[in-house]
């Protein structure tokens, strides 16, 4: 665990994207996308077993990808939103690096089309 509680330490990104990694995993995420659910509610559409459903389950908990409340003799299991947008931050900062690298290319090709009279330089969309 990071002592400094950053979400996107390399510990931290190891564990998501590990969870991640399995797509029973992910399609749990996404059922938690629609709301809380319990461990009966995710299991039902894989032919596994509730164990393996709990399990990883775990793995998605460990990961800060999901948490557990209570309620009475319910421990419906939520998203952690606040851990997904931290990966999409971290991920978005390297698209912005990329999105940047290909302007500045169009801006060069532009340029080089217009002084050569060859390709008709058109305007960024």
């Known amino acids: 665990m990071d002592p400094l509680g ?3 330490s390399s510990e931290n990104l190891d564990q998501a ?9 992910r ?18 559409p894989f032919e ?5 459903v709990s399990k990883h389950i775990q793995v998605l908990e460990h ?3 999901v948490t557990r409340s209570r309620d009475a003799q319910r421990r419906p299991v939520h ?10 931050a971290w991920i978005g900062q390297y698209r912005l ?10 801006a060069v090709l532009r340029a080089q089309a217009a002084a050569t009279g060859g390709l008709q330089a058109k305007d960024p969309p």
């Open 27 to 44: 399609h749990i995420i996404a059922r938690l996308s629609k709301g809380p659910a319990t461990v009966n509610e995710l299991a039902e």
């Open 97 to 106: 690096v990329r999105e940047e690298q290909f302007r500045s290319l169009d």
């Open 6 to 8: 950053d979400d996107t």
């Open 48 to 52: 596994i077993s509730k164990q393996a």
């Open 17 to 25: 994207f590990l969870a991640l990694a399995d797509p029973v995993r």
């Open 63 to 65: 990961a800060k990808l």
């Open 79 to 88: 998203l952690n939103p606040a851990r997904l947008e931290a990966l999409t």
